[in-house]
């Protein structure tokens, strides 16, 4: 089948996320062109991952660059509608919450190309973090949301995505983690050249959002920690971004004297996975990082006030801690001395999925007719449809959710078990008469369901 699929890719981390789901449709011989935003321009940020995961040349390079949110989101919604023009895709990917995903979102949506979201979802409910507003406006108009976790899903559901628009998939990290893991280990020699071995604690540390930036007195307090911290070899990859403001704040020449912390450039993926793969803990404010710290078993001081990964918490695998040196020294600690930190992440199941995502995703774009998925106008003879719960009863005890979608012209938005619990609308599953049903439809077929169901 012909398809014609753009994957746009902005930042370091979207390149890492997209390349399991490029390969997977590739696989599958649907091609699938890359575009690149250029969020992220430096090589250490962006050329490196294009080569190490093999990704094909972009057909494109949109050049945005820094700037001010306001800035790289319009300037990647203006630039992106030139591109969309001339490559008229199908569909169009891309993964995470960036201001390169806003904009990316925007344009297709606004020229009636159906936006396909993968990592959707997560939410820290905090609306001072700008990925936060991305992640929020990017779900609400992609076409199809690949969420990675129950947790992802149970957000969208609750904010009214219809299910059929949602996909459970797991996260594309962990595909990444497992592809690459043996040609790290087999080729990367970062752990000779810091003479890192089991013996020695190690901290791997990664910083570079704007609250912890922005903000003097938490990078401050993140940089005490570290000084503080010198039973173990600290190892910094910076990103650009922290390497500036360190140098601004002339904390960077305390860390540089420190000889327990080594501070370096940013690293490609083989040599990060092996070092990570090889800490004894890790302190970071990154979303990809805390995911690969769970899969790799290795316990996570969160240097942020919430999480949209909140399982890593749940599972016992980290802690938040913010930007505070004493909460940050003794979360570590705790992690270097306690050895039930690893034990508990190596007997949780891993939440953000088996290395299968972008196979999950593949196969779903495959069995998807594209075209269907553009925007298009509904007709509501009242005007616009109205939500209902409703008891399950009468002949409608039994049916299953399709059924009921199709009989009585309505979407079912949620299912909820006799306890109030709330599961996702599968298709195929039955309802019962312990059960309650949501559903959003005209009101004229949601009285003709509440008969149905003999109330
Ligand atoms: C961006 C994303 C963040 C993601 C991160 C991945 C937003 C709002 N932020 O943050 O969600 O976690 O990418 O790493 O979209 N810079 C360079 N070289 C580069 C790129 C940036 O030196 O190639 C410097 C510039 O000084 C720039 C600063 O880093 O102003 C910040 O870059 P930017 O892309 O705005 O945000 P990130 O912090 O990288
Ligand atoms: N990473 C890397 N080299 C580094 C630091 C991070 O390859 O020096 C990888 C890391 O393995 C993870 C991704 O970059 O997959 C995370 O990117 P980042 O922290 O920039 O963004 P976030 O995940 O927070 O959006």
Same mark, same amino acid.
């Not at 910083?207 to 401050?220: G, K, S």
């Not at 909140?310 to 930007?323: D, K, Q």
């Given at each position: ?24 449709? #590739? ?24 080569? @190490? ?32 023009? @001339?490559?008229?895709? @199908? ?21 009636? +190309? ?6 959707? =979802? ?38 009214? +995505?219809?299910?059929? /628009?949602? *996909? ?18 087999? *080729?990367?020699?970062?752990?000779? /050249? ?67 912390? /080594? ?8 040599? !990060? ?13 990154? &979303? ?27 599972? =016992? ?12 020294? /003794?979360?570590? *600690?705790?992690? !270097? ?33 594209? #075209? ?9 003879? #009242? ?50 008469? #312990? &059960?309650?049903?949501?559903?959003? =439809? ?14």
């Amino acid at each position: 089948m012909g398809r014609s699929l753009l994957f746009f890719v902005g930042t370091r981390p979207e390149i890492i996320k997209a390349a399991p789901v490029i390969h997977s449709l #590739e696989r599958r011989g649907i091609p699938v062109d890359l575009v690149h935003v250029g969020q992220h321009y430096d090589r250490e940020l962006s050329r490196v991952f294009l080569d @190490e995961f093999r990704l094909p040349e972009p057909v494109a390079e949109l050049g945005v660059g820094s700037g001010s949110h306001a800035y790289q989101t319009a300037e990647t919604v203006m630039r992106a509608e030139e591109v969309l023009g @001339e490559f008229l895709p @199908e569909a169009v990917l891309a993964v995470g919450d960036t201001n390169a995903v806003l904009g990316t979102a925007l344009a297709c949506t606004k020229l009636g +190309i159906p936006f396909l979201h993968v990592e959707a =979802g997560l939410r820290s409910f905090d609306l001072t973090m700008p990925e936060e507003i991305n992640r929020r406006v990017s779900d609400h108009l992609a076409a199809l949301n690949f969420a990675p976790t129950a947790r992802a899903v149970e957000n969208l559901l609750n904010e009214g +995505i219809p299910p059929s /628009k949602v *996909r459970l998939t797991g996260n594309t990290v962990v595909d990444a983690v497992h592809t690459m893991l043996p040609a790290a280990r087999e *080729r990367s020699k970062i752990l000779r /050249k810091l003479r890192i071995d089991s013996s020695k604690l190690t901290l791997l540390v990664t910083v570079h959002r704007r609250e912890n930036l922005d903000r003097p007195e938490r990078l401050t307090g993140i940089v005490e920690a570290l000084l503080e911290l010198d039973e173990a070899l600290v190892v910094w990859p910076l990103h650009p971004h922290a390497a500036r403001v360190l140098r601004e704040r002339r904390l960077l020449d305390d860390l540089v004297r420190a000889p327990h912390i /080594k501070v370096m450039k940013p690293l490609g993926y083989l040599d !990060f996975l092996s070092l990570l793969s090889a800490s004894t803990a890790v302190a970071t404010d990154s &979303g990809g990082v805390q995911e690969e710290a769970f899969t790799l078993g290795v316990p996570c001081a969160i240097l942020r006030d919430n999480t949209e990964r909140p399982e890593i918490i749940e599972l =016992g695998g980290g802690l938040i801690v913010g930007a505070h040196p004493g909460r940050i020294v /003794k979360a570590v *600690r705790d992690f !270097f001395y306690k050895s039930s930190w690893r034990r508990r992440i190596r007997k949780a199941r891993n939440p953000f999925g088996d290395g299968r995502a972008g196979e999950r995703i593949a196969e779903i774009i495959a069995a998807t007719d594209l #075209e269907s998925l553009q925007p298009s106008s509904p007709h509501f003879e #009242e005007g616009a449809p109205v939500y209902a719960a409703l008891r399950v009863g009468g002949r409608v005890n039994g049916m299953t959710v399709s059924q009921v979608q199709e009989e009585f012209n309505l979407t079912v938005v949620a299912v909820y078990d006799r306890r109030g619990r709330a599961s996702y609308p599968e298709p195929g599953m039955t309802l019962t008469a #312990e &059960g309650v049903i949501k559903v959003l =439809g005209e009101r004229g077929f949601v009285e003709r369901l509440r008969a149905a169901c003999g109330r």
